[in-house]
């Protein structure tokens, strides 16, 4: 982080340096042709009317909370206003460019804000990375006929493809969890083939935003997994403002890397920890377009997520069988390993955008969990054989597995004058709950243990409720 820290005042400190030399000086000729330096001072200002899940000082809004009743049920605890104001998502960055090497072109970003260190809303703030990539291209491949091609690669820290569309929004999770959102390590390329088309394929990892499973939010999954995240796409684009983009995402993690096995041992059978072959693969496809006329602008996205929760989508996994019982177990035994079925669900959002000085903005979304395509495991005693116990199933570390649906509505109106920005924001968030089925168990030494169930498709479906948070959001942003 020092380091990081130097690098920016070297840079800073290169202004005027190049400011009082010729205009022939080497030093200004490199900074003016090959770095271009960005970046804000960004305050929030942010008003709940109720208990929410949100990160970065709050800042960064997912949904409302479920009702939670105090002991005589006269009271809804999470139904309490809060306020908070905060400048650490000004940022930092410099762009690299124009660097040539016979035919192949060279680029680079970094990017920096000051969320890290930061615990819950307080603390002190400090440098974090955002993004770090380095791009190499070729331009004017031949194709044929006049058409040209071009091929760019990007290494590094950046964007996840599916994210990179965002809605019409001032806020800073920019349609978060409607939209995917994730910075990420990957390997990306982009090849343009001729003025509408452009084929995207990219290797990508974990790091900041990851994967649920037994440990909670985790890199560990795909590390052991040892497999990264597979993404394809096209893009179609027009001269006359439309694109389109639609691409598919692929998953393969390991849950667990060791399990217990069941094996013959003489007349019976023993039981020892073994390395097992836990994995699950999901595919998440998503469709994006995009409409703009002078100063008018629509966006829309919608994504069919299954385990998509890497992305902060509301979405997970579970078990689907966890061993042979007891009589069904084969000669040789249980290797130890479990089978799962991920959650589906489905988000959407649509936005529209017009003006300039003034400009207002409006922002929709609605995210429908479907469950899951086959059942989970269910809970193995006999009065409760259609149900699933909770901590089988693995859901975003940013939402409720008993989430059934959601919505925002999000009104925008900005003053853009000059480097200066101002803006009101109305977020409107409601969340459907559903109860789990509570069921107590008398076990063998009279004592009792209580269970959280839901249906075996991983939907809490009784009692379905709503909740809603009224975010009333304004933004003051210097750019320069």
Same mark, same amino acid.
């Given at each position: 982080?020092?380091? @990081? @820290?130097?690098? %920016?005042?070297?840079?800073?400190?290169?202004?005027?340096?190049?400011?009082?030399?010729?205009?022939?000086?080497?030093?200004?000729?490199?900074?003016?042709?090959?770095?271009? %330096?960005?970046?804000?001072?960004?305050?929030?200002?942010?008003?709940?009317?109720?208990?929410?899940?949100?990160?970065?000082?709050?800042?960064?809004?997912?949904?409302?909370?479920?009702?939670?009743?105090?002991?005589? =049920?006269?009271?809804?605890?999470?139904?309490?206003?809060?306020?908070?104001?905060?400048?650490?998502?000004?940022?930092?960055?410099?762009? &690299?460019?124009?660097?040539?090497?016979?035919?192949?072109?060279? =680029?680079?970003?970094?990017?920096?804000?000051? !969320?890290?260190?930061?615990?819950?809303?307080?603390?002190?703030?400090?440098?974090?990375?955002?993004?770090?990539?380095?791009?190499?291209? $070729?331009?004017? @491949?031949?194709?044929?006929?006049?058409?040209?091609?071009?091929?760019?690669?990007?290494?590094?820290?950046?964007?996840?493809?599916?994210?990179?569309?965002?809605?019409?929004?001032?806020?800073?999770?920019?349609?978060?969890?409607?939209?995917?959102?994730?910075?990420?390590?990957?390997?990306?390329?982009?090849?343009?083939?001729?003025?509408? %088309?452009?084929?995207?394929?990219?290797?990508? $990892?974990?790091?900041? !935003?990851?994967?649920?499973?037994?440990?909670?939010?985790?890199?560990?999954?795909?590390?052991?997994?040892?497999?990264?995240?597979?993404?394809?796409?096209?893009? %179609?684009?027009?001269?006359?403002?439309?694109?389109?983009?639609?691409?598919?995402?692929?998953?393969?993690?390991?849950?667990?890397?060791?399990?217990?096995?069941?094996?013959?041992?003489?007349?019976?059978?023993?039981?020892?920890?073994?390395?097992?072959?836990?994995?699950?693969?999901?595919?998440?496809? !998503?469709?994006?377009?995009?409409?703009?006329?002078?100063?008018?602008?629509?966006?829309?996205?919608?994504?069919?997520?299954?385990?998509? *929760?890497?992305?902060?989508?509301?979405?997970?996994? =579970?078990?689907?069988?966890?061993?042979?019982?007891?009589?069904?177990?084969?000669?040789?035994?249980?290797?130890?390993?479990?089978?799962?079925?991920?959650?589906?669900?489905?988000?959407?959002?649509?936005?529209?955008?017009?003006?300039?000085?003034?400009? &207002?903005?409006?922002?929709?979304?609605?995210?429908?969990?479907? =469950?899951?395509?086959?059942?989970?495991?269910?809970?193995?005693?006999?009065?409760?054989?259609?149900? &699933? *116990?909770?901590?089988?199933?693995?859901?975003?570390?940013?939402?409720?597995?008993?989430?059934?649906?959601?919505?925002?509505?999000?009104?925008?109106?900005?003053?853009?004058?000059?480097?200066?920005?101002?803006?009101?924001?109305?977020?409107?968030?409601?969340?459907?709950?559903?109860?789990?089925?509570?069921?107590?168990?008398?076990?063998?030494?009279?004592?009792?243990?209580?269970?959280?169930?839901?249906?075996?498709?991983?939907?809490?479906?009784?009692?379905?409720?709503?909740?809603?948070?009224?975010?009333?959001?304004?933004?003051?942003?210097?750019?320069?």
């Amino acid at each position: 982080m020092k380091r @990081l @820290l130097i690098i %920016f005042a070297v840079m800073a400190s290169s202004f005027p340096l190049a400011a009082g030399t010729s205009e022939d000086s080497p030093l200004k000729k490199e900074m003016e042709n090959h770095f271009k %330096f960005y970046g804000f001072v960004r305050n929030f200002f942010a008003f709940d009317t109720r208990e929410s899940v949100s990160s970065l000082g709050d800042l960064f809004y997912y949904l409302p909370k479920d009702v939670a009743m105090n002991e005589d =049920g006269s009271q809804d605890l999470n139904a309490r206003t809060s306020f908070r104001f905060l400048a650490l998502t000004s940022r930092l960055g410099v762009d &690299v460019y124009g660097y040539r090497i016979g035919r192949t072109d060279f =680029g680079a970003k970094v990017e920096t804000d000051f !969320y890290a260190g930061l615990t819950g809303v307080s603390g002190t703030a400090q440098l974090r990375l955002r993004q770090a990539y380095m791009t190499i291209g $070729w331009n004017d @491949l031949c194709m044929g006929d006049e058409n040209k091609a071009s091929v760019s690669l990007k290494l590094g820290q950046a964007w996840h493809p599916m994210a990179a569309d965002q809605p019409h929004v001032l806020a800073l999770e920019t349609g978060t969890p409607f939209n995917p959102f994730s910075r990420t390590p990957q390997v990306l390329m982009d090849a343009s083939l001729g003025r509408h %088309f452009i084929l995207s394929a990219g290797a990508i $990892w974990q790091m900041q !935003y990851q994967s649920a499973g037994p440990e909670g939010a985790s890199a560990n999954y795909i590390k052991y997994g040892c497999t990264p995240e597979g993404y394809l796409g096209v893009t %179609f684009r027009t001269g006359g403002g439309f694109l389109a983009k639609a691409g598919v995402s692929v998953l393969s993690i390991k849950p667990r890397s060791t399990g217990t096995g069941t094996y013959r041992d003489g007349d019976g059978y023993s039981q020892r920890t073994v390395k097992v072959s836990d994995r699950i693969t999901t595919a998440s496809p !998503y469709l994006y377009l995009q409409y703009r006329k002078g100063k008018f602008e629509a966006k829309a996205k919608t994504v069919f997520s299954q385990a998509g *929760e890497h992305m902060n989508l509301m979405s997970g996994y =579970g078990i689907s069988w966890m061993g042979p019982a007891p009589a069904e177990m084969d000669a040789a035994g249980y290797d130890g390993h479990y089978e799962y079925v991920p959650l589906r669900a489905s988000s959407t959002w649509a936005s529209v955008s017009y003006g300039r000085k003034w400009q &207002v903005m409006l922002m929709g979304g609605y995210i429908r969990n479907l =469950g899951s395509a086959k059942p989970f495991v269910t809970d193995l005693t006999e009065q409760n054989t259609d149900y &699933v *116990e909770t901590s089988h199933v693995y859901f975003s570390k940013n939402g409720f597995s008993n989430l059934n649906s959601m919505w925002r509505v999000v009104p925008t109106i900005a003053c853009n004058v000059g480097k200066f920005t101002l803006a009101l924001e109305w977020n409107v968030t409601s969340a459907q709950y559903g109860e789990y089925k509570e069921v107590e168990t008398l076990q063998d030494d009279k004592s009792v243990v209580r269970q959280y169930l839901y249906a075996d498709t991983g939907l809490a479906s009784d009692n379905l409720h709503w909740v809603t948070n009224h975010r009333i959001q304004m933004m003051v942003r210097f750019t320069f």
